[in-house]
């Protein structure tokens, strides 16, 4: 069964750090670009980073650019979202998901994962 599974999200004061993982079963991960998309409440879902296969990264949200890093561990199957410096902004669902390459949007994800909650609050 193909499935990606969303890990690591909780509760985090402002200016703290979280990782997240997306873990992928029933496929490899190394042939796939990986997306990270949110969706903070009362708005529409918008991505933020996309990590091509060849491990370039793609940032689609300019307010998370030096502070969230995308990484793969293709032994674990595994990709990371490392978000640091976190503001209640960052708030959100945070989904993964699976497309061939960078820049297709959410319209043309193979594989979506059911989303882990990042809640950044003092």
């Known amino acids: 069964q193909v499935q990606l599974v969303e890990s690591g999200g909780g509760p985090v004061q402002p200016g703290g750090s979280l990782r997240l993982s997306c873990a992928a079963s029933?496929?490899?991960?190394?042939?796939?670009?990986i997306h990270w998309f949110r969706q903070a409440p009362g708005k529409e879902r918008e991505e933020v980073l996309c990590?091509?296969?060849?491990?370039?990264?793609?940032y689609f949200e300019d307010s998370v650019k030096g502070r969230f890093t995308a990484s793969r561990d293709n032994a674990k199957n595994t990709v990371y979202l490392q978000m640091n410096k976190l503001k209640p902004a960052d708030t959100a669902v945070y989904y993964c998901?699976?497309?061939?390459?960078?820049?297709?949007?959410?319209?043309?994800?193979?594989?979506w994962g059911n989303g882990t909650l990042v809640t950044v609050s003092s």
């Open positions: 029933g496929f490899t991960l190394d042939t796939y670009a």
């Open positions: 998901a699976a497309s061939i390459w960078c820049g297709l949007g959410a319209a043309g994800m193979d594989y």
């Open positions: 990590i091509s296969n060849s491990d370039s990264s793609t």
